[in-house]
């Protein structure tokens, strides 16, 4: 993860966000995913 600034190029506006979250989501998800570590069993 880098440590920049975000422009303004990269904010959606509401419409935009809305139509690209599931991917945004997803990605997110993913990234995250190898930090995740099971308990129990």
Known sequence: MS???VTMD???DLVA???ERPA???KM???K???RIA???
Do not use: Q, T
């Open 10 to 12: 990269e904010v959606l």
């Open 3 to 5: 440590n920049r600034a």
């Open 17 to 19: 966000y809305e139509k």
């Open 39 to 41: 308990v129990g069993e």
């Open 33 to 35: 995913r190898p930090r």
């Open 29 to 31: 998800m993913e990234m």
């Open 24 to 26: 945004i989501r997803a």
